[in-house]
């Protein structure tokens, strides 16, 4: 069987937009959306799940008691209970990250465009394989942890800290990815933005021969 859609009709597919603390992820991402793109992200649909009351139920199976009273989840509670626990971060891994990835997969496909879901763990959770392809977000360390440190008011010191327990994108090998740089102003990352943008139309648009 030959599947070959109409001129410019989209497959329903998914690239997931990763890189490191303040690499420009989001940015990226609104940039998309600006495009007109379907945009997903797990930080907002883990925080849409924090609010249903089976998932907090859930979390309180396995961690106890991590409301704040009021039976929302309190998440720094939750953070400081697996806080430098491999086990109970792996546990916690286990639960949030199918239903994160269930959900974001169940409303992508509710879109006939190609959806583009924020994912900032993709590498550490090792999900690359789920998406039809990847965009991955490089930016130098030090304008990583200058430009989160400055957005979330905390030291450079804390960034570095964080950046440290994460995957090592100085060094990684991305060559089956596509790549964004985001080393000049938001100018240039708009310019390889629209660049990333129409090389994935072109190779995930079928054209009539
Ligand atoms: P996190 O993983 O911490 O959520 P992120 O990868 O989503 O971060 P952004 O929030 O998009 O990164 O960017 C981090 C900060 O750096 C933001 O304040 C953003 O406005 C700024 N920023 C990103 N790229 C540039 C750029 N090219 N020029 C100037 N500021 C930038």
Redesign the pocket.
Known sequence: MCIRAETGMKQNKKIAVT????????????MIAERGYPVLSC?RIYSELAERPEFIAKLCRHFGDITDGCGRLDRKKLSEIVFGDREKLAALDEITHPAIYNEMFRRAAAYDKICFC?V?LLFESGAQSLFDGVIV?L?DAS??MA??A???NVPEEAVKRRMASQFDYDNGDFAEYYVIH?????A??QEEVETTLKRIEDEYTFKET
């Open positions: 890189g490191g603390i303040g690499s420009g992820k989001s940015t990226v991402l609104n930080d924020e900032p977000v930016r304008d990583r430009g989160a400055k957005r979330d985001n080393n000049a102003n938001l240039q990352l």
